[in-house]
């Protein structure tokens, strides 16, 4: 009987105990890593998914368009402080047509991205006339802080 010795374990593992369809690994009680760890951005019941582009509220898949994932991304990463319109029309478009981009187009997006988080988009607010943020709508940020200025 050929032995081998597990790397977790400080025992030895035989042949028969992997039996057809496992690992060394598996029998030794170490599941082998098929994927690396997720990158993930968590806010309450919102779980963003950096690796799969994917978000989700308390479980339930939100299918989202890839600019509402940016925006969202962007929103969450800013921890609570104020974005400005210009700032989200950067990330959204990812720097392309921004200067002639109407404020309009970017609250158009915004508006569907709330409705698409339900119970959860009451918590992207308009800071101001020019700034949002990502946070609970008892606490907004003072009006005038801009992506963490003062």
């Not at 028969?16 to 019941?45: F, M």
Request: proline share 7%; charged share 25%.
């Amino acid at each position: 009987m050929h032995r081998v010795q597990s790397p977790h374990a400080q025992t030895s593992i035989p042949d028969e105990a992997c039996g057809p369809g496992r690992t060394r690994a598996s029998a030794s009680g170490v599941s082998p890593r098929l994927h690396p760890p997720a990158h993930v951005l968590r806010s309450g019941p919102i779980r963003v998914d950096l690796d799969r582009k994917t978000v989700s509220v308390s479980g339930r898949r939100v299918p989202l368009n890839g600019m509402e994932f940016r925006l969202i991304k962007a929103l969450i990463e800013a921890h609570g402080r104020t974005l400005s319109c210009h700032d989200l029309i950067l990330v959204a478009w990812q720097g392309r047509r921004s200067a002639d981009l109407p404020t309009r187009l970017l609250e158009l997006h915004l508006r569907r991205l709330k409705a698409k988080l339900r119970t959860e988009g009451h918590r992207i607010s308009a800071a101001d006339t020019v700034d949002y943020y990502f946070g609970e709508a008892t606490n907004p940020p003072r009006l005038g802080v801009v992506a963490g200025r003062r």
